[in-house]
């Protein structure tokens, strides 16, 4: 009779253990993102999570992976490595996310890469492009292309395209974006045989540039190079218009957006991109299209590369088929896939071999000012 009781009770313990698991266990696969949904730079976070959110919607409504939804949860760094560092230690310790996308720029990114690495959290940021980003470890990705192709591109473009032999840049001493884009431009106008005739560099949060374009000016150069992001670089194209240059400026990828922060000044200038929203490619007809429909605004290019990490991601835990996180860097690395931005695969560096467009800025029929594909860039 006890033996039976004792059995029993064994039993109902078993059953007790088996409902706290099978309630503890999470009904969806949770994955993070890190964006800056306010601040300077809030129209690429805004649309960065939105295609992320439209992709992963679109992955549910697939049937999700490994047979769960995904949950995504976001936070907003406003552009602030020490919010970036938060926003991480949140995503980990509390929400317990498989993996994480973001961040978005390259200095808040870097302040979480050895963290990630540390922990064997798989990060893929969409949009970093500093060339020391996937440096920590291999649990870290991107899905762009990094600094040292971007400023290579625009040094090819203006000297092969342009025919500029004569270059000034003016860069962000505070800014590693920044840095890293002017010696990148620098090492390969120079390798093709062009000339460098001044450099010049402000801060962060400079507003009078007029005393760095004069020294510009008089160095007579045929292209200016500016690698920053478009808030900025509307303050400095109208001063370099102020000053009497009408020779093209040309930027990076921080430069998307302008076309909607800047007047007439930046007409005819140039800028490298991940994709161009006027193509002619199936696949960014389709997303531009859904993108459109969903959020009344066309995608710009941080938005396609967005919706591309959340792909790689979701294909990488299918492919695994497990949460665990070795087994979803292993499937990462095994990426060999058409998408919005371009083909792509990963390197020893994790870094994605892929092509950049360059972009001329236009006024369209309607007044306003748009961009045209100028040009494409292979690695």
Not at 296 to 303: D, G, S, V
């Amino acid at each position: 009779m006890l033996k039976n009781r004792l059995l029993l009770a064994g039993i109902i313990l078993v059953l007790v253990f088996s409902l706290i698991s099978g309630c503890n266990e999470s009904k969806t696969i949770k994955i993070g993102t890190i964006q800056p949904i306010s601040g300077q730079v809030s129209a690429y976070g805004i649309q960065t999570r939105d295609a992320i959110a439209m992709a992963i919607e679109e992955i549910n409504a697939n049937g999700g992976v490994l047979g769960k939804k995904l949950e995504l949860i976001v936070e907003d760094d406003e552009a602030s490595p020490e919010k970036t560092t938060n926003a991480f230690k949140k995503l980990t310790a509390k929400d317990k996310v498989v993996a994480i996308i973001g961040a978005l720029t390259s200095k808040c990114t870097l302040a979480i890469t050895k963290k990630a690495q540390a922990k064997k959290v798989v990060l893929i940021t969409s949009s970093s492009t500093n060339d020391t980003v996937t440096d920590a470890g291999e649990f870290i990705f991107r899905a762009c292309y990094n600094d040292s192709f971007q400023g290579q591109v625009n040094a090819k473009f203006a000297y092969e395209t342009l025919k500029a032999r004569r270059a000034a840049i003016l860069y962000d001493i505070t800014n590693d974006y920044s840095k890293g884009l002017m010696s990148n431009f620098k090492a390969k106008f120079e390798e093709l045989g062009g000339q460098i005739v001044a450099i010049e560099s402000y801060s962060t949060g400079d507003k009078d540039f007029n005393a760095q374009l004069t020294k510009i000016k008089a160095s007579q150069p045929e292209v200016l190079f500016i690698p920053d992001y478009y808030s900025t670089i509307s303050l400095i194209a109208k001063q370099v218009r102020g000053q009497g240059m009408t020779i093209p400026m040309m930027g990076g990828d921080g430069w998307d957006e302008i076309t909607n922060n800047a007047g007439d000044e930046v007409i005819g200038c140039y800028y490298s991109n991940h994709y161009s929203p006027d193509s002619d490619d199936e696949d960014v007809k389709a997303f531009v299209t859904k993108f459109r429909e969903k959020y009344n605004i066309t995608p710009n290019a941080l938005a396609a590369l967005g919706y591309d990490a959340a792909y790689i991601l979701a294909d990488a835990i299918e492919k695994a088929g497990s949460l665990d996180p070795v087994k979803i860097q292993q499937a990462m690395m095994e990426t060999d896939k058409k998408m919005v931005t371009g083909y792509i695969r990963f390197n020893e560096k994790r870094n994605p071999v892929k092509s950049a467009v360059m972009l001329k800025v236009v006024k369209g029929a309607d007044g306003k000012l748009t961009t045209e594909y100028a040009g494409t860039v292979n690695p």
